[in-house]
Structure formats: structure tokens, C-alpha cells
């Protein structure tokens, strides 16, 4: 069974510019979790999607980041304009159901460099 | 704030000892807590979980110790490999909104370096 795969593995921006990672869940993985680590520091929790739906944003930056997964299936995470601060590993995980009692099984991560 | 937080950001230990990775969390309302390992270039990998009604919990090769008196998780590694060279993350669930929605929280990781 494949992996949460995720894209692209690395990318270099210029601060301004637009960014869009990809996320490919677990078949049949309702839930869907995207978190970034910023350098040095711990990982966090951006969101949450259950299926289409946004079941948790409290994570999420500010309104330059927006996150979509139409149809239930991938998500993708646009940054835009993209700022320094951005820089980090953002991970994506996925679940079959939610709770605790559910492994999140996560992605690989996509390094974004802003610079 | 809610935090979880690392005594110590890098450990070196030779090959074949044991290693004691330490986790100190803030939220006492906690009651599931997970290490996870990463690995370079891949994403934290689950290797085992503590509810907060048990002190202890055994893997193969690994033990979960909890306190919940101090907030004090650690990881034991027994035998220490050259594969378990990774960094470790402490984390747990935090509810929220009357327990309609959980987030896991991380701590920063810890650096384990296994020496041959």
C-alpha cells in the first residue's frame, strides 16, 4: 500500500512569489492533516480536513495560506505572497478515521525555502 | 501556552548501550501521549503510544515511561542501533472546544546519534 506521498520534495521561492505543495493521502483516508515545522522549533498543526471539509483551521498562519481538498481525495497548500517566515518542512498526514485511537500516518514533507 | 518541551536537543550514545530520550509537557489535561521517530528526508514514523492511565509501556526495544505527577515522558531504547539514529518527537492530543476537536502538539525533537 502506498504512502502519503507529497510535492514536491523541496522548493526555492523568491519572498513574493506563490507556492502550491500537494498532498496524495492514503486511499480511502478521510482525514487529512497538514503541519509545518520551522526550523529549530516543534512541529505544528495547521489543519484539518475531514473528507472536503475543514473540520480544524486554528492552525493556519494568516490569510495568505489556503488550503483546499476538493472532492475529498489530495489537498494542496498555496502560500501566497510567500514571506521569509514561511520557511520550513510542511508535512501532511492522513487517518481512516480521526481521534487518538487512529494512527496519522505522515508524508515525507516538502522543504520550502523563501528567500 | 500549551507546549511540549525536550530536556535535552541532542543525544550521542555508542552503539549496543541504552538511550533515554526526555520530554517534559505543560497540559496536565493530556491523556495520550506519542513518540514518534524521523528519519532524514522522511516524515515522523509512530513508535509507540502512552494513555494517561498507565506509567509504563513496552515495544520491542522500546519503553514509554510516563509521570504524570512532574509531566515527565521519556523514551528508552534498549540495545541502541545504528538505525536508530533519527530525531524523536515527544507529542500529544489536546482537546479543545468541549472535545469536538483535538490537535496533536509536538515538542522540538531531540537529536539521537548513534556512534558504531
Known amino acids: 500500500e502506498a504512502g502519503v506521498t507529497q510535492f514536491p520534495s523541496h522548493s526555492v521561492i523568491e519572498k513574493g512569489q506563490t507556492v502550491t505543495l500537494r498532498c496524495d493521502p492514503i486511499s480511502g483516508h478521510d482525514n487529512l492533516y497538514w503541519y509545518r515545522r520551522v526550523m529549530g522549533k516543534e512541529i505544528k498543526f495547521l489543519l484539518h480536513f475531514v473528507k472536503e471539509s475543514k473540520q480544524d483551521e486554528s492552525g493556519m498562519p494568516n490569510n495568505r495560506f489556503l488550503a483546499e481538498r476538493t472532492g475529498g481525495t489530495y489537498s494542496t497548500l498555496k502560500v501566497q505572497p510567500a514571506e521569509l517566515e514561511d520557511s520550513g518542512v510542511y508535512f501532511c498526514?492522513?487517518?481512516?478515521?480521526?481521534?487518538?485511537?487512529?494512527?496519522?500516518?505522515f508524508g515525507p514533507g516538502t522543504r520550502l525555502t523563501v528567500l | 501556552g500549551e507546549s511540549v518541551g525536550l530536556h535535552l536537543p541532542t543525544l550521542s550514545v555508542q552503539e549496543g548501550d541504552n538511550s533515554i530520550i526526555n520530554c517534559a509537557y505543560s497540559?496536565?489535561?493530556?491523556?495520550?501521549f506519542i513518540w514518534y521517530k524521523q528519519e532524514s528526508g522522511k516524515g515522523p514514523q509512530f513508535i509507540i503510544d502512552?494513555?494517561?492511565?498507565?506509567d509504563k509501556r513496552q515495544g520491542q526495544r522500546v519503553t514509554v515511561l510516563l509521570n504524570k505527577t512532574v509531566k515527565h515522558l521519556s523514551l528508552q531504547i534498549a540495545a541502541t542501533q545504528p538505525g536508530d539514529s533519527a530525531v524523536y518527537f515527544c507529542?500529544?492530543?489536546?482537546?479543545?472546544?468541549?472535545?469536538?476537536?483535538?490537535?496533536?502538539?509536538f515538542g522540538k525533537g531531540t537529536l539521537l546519534t548513534v556512534n558504531p
Open positions: 498526514a492522513s487517518s481512516h478515521l480521526g481521534g487518538p485511537d487512529n494512527e496519522q500516518f
Open positions: 502512552i494513555r494517561s492511565n498507565m
Open positions: 507529542a500529544y492530543y489536546l482537546w479543545y472546544s468541549g472535545g469536538s476537536n483535538y490537535k496533536l502538539t
Open positions: 497540559n496536565s489535561a493530556s491523556d495520550y
